[in-house]
């Protein structure tokens, strides 16, 4: 994957978090766990812009390391989400599961930064 497509899919990720943050109910534990997945899931996409402007090497993998908490994070809201049942599991299947492939791609570049030590 090259860097432009995964700005690409990093902020459509975030575009995608928005409007599933903005069908949440309006009871106060859904606003709450949103207000964390719309800060994380947008932090995401900005994080790897971030990162592709990184000054050398260490910088990248701080800053994609940073990317790494972001989509992490921001998986764990959506299955709080969805567990407590303010979104479906259907509503939040896709949105995981572009998180956890988002999340594997970052934690590569990051071997592939380290030079495969971990």
């Given amino acids: 994957m090259t860097p432009e497509e995964l ?3 990093t ?3 975030g575009l995608r978090v ?5 069908s949440l109910p ?6 709450i766990i949103g207000g964390q997945l719309l800060r994380a899931g947008t932090a995401a996409g900005a994080n790897y812009r971030s ?20 989509l992490d994070e921001s998986a764990c809201w959506l299955e709080m989400l969805r567990d407590s049942g ?12 572009e998180a956890d492939e988002l999340l594997a ?3 590569s570049s990051i071997k592939t930064a380290r030079g495969g030590k971990r």
């Fill in 7 to 9: 700005r690409a899919r």
């Fill in 11 to 13: 902020r459509e990720f």
């Fill in 18 to 22: 928005i409007a599933m943050v903005d």
């Fill in 26 to 31: 309006r009871r106060r534990a859904a606003q």
């Fill in 51 to 70: 990162a592709c402007r990184a000054k050398s090497n260490a910088d990248f993998i701080s800053k994609m390391g940073t990317v790494e908490e972001e």
């Fill in 86 to 97: 303010n979104i479906s599991a259907d509503g939040a299947r896709s949105l995981i599961q």
């Fill in 105 to 107: 791609i970052t934690v």
